[in-house]
């Protein structure tokens, strides 16, 4: 299962990068991919917390910044959707990376 969570998060920054690429381009296509990522993300935290409760733990960091993105959702029509999409690709960067570097 934690194999699955890290190829995911993986995914997920790929998702994030495209999206916030595409934004620049052509906002309503990429705001199509991002509720496929976003979707993508639901089910990340749905394995994440399969994990938890499997008794799987990781450092506080990767829990701080993997959620992050959900207290974002309220602001992003306030800042664009080019900030927002970076500042997802960034904090999913950043718990894949404390997750990943913990797992090593």
Request: glycine residues 6%.
């Amino acid at each position: 299962m934690t194999l699955v969570h890290h190829i995911v998060g993986g995914i997920l920054i790929l998702a994030y990068l495209l999206i916030f690429i595409i934004t620049f381009f052509n906002e309503n296509l990429s705001r199509r991919f991002r509720m496929v990522a976003d979707t993508l993300l639901f089910l990340q935290y749905v394995i994440g917390i399969i994990l938890l409760i499997s008794g799987s733990r990781n450092i506080n960091w990767h829990y701080v910044f993997a959620l992050l993105p959900i207290v974002l959702i309220p602001f992003s029509r306030k800042l664009g959707l080019k900030i927002t999409s970076l500042l997802f690709l960034i904090f999913i960067f950043l718990a894949y990376w404390t997750g990943f570097k913990r797992a090593l």
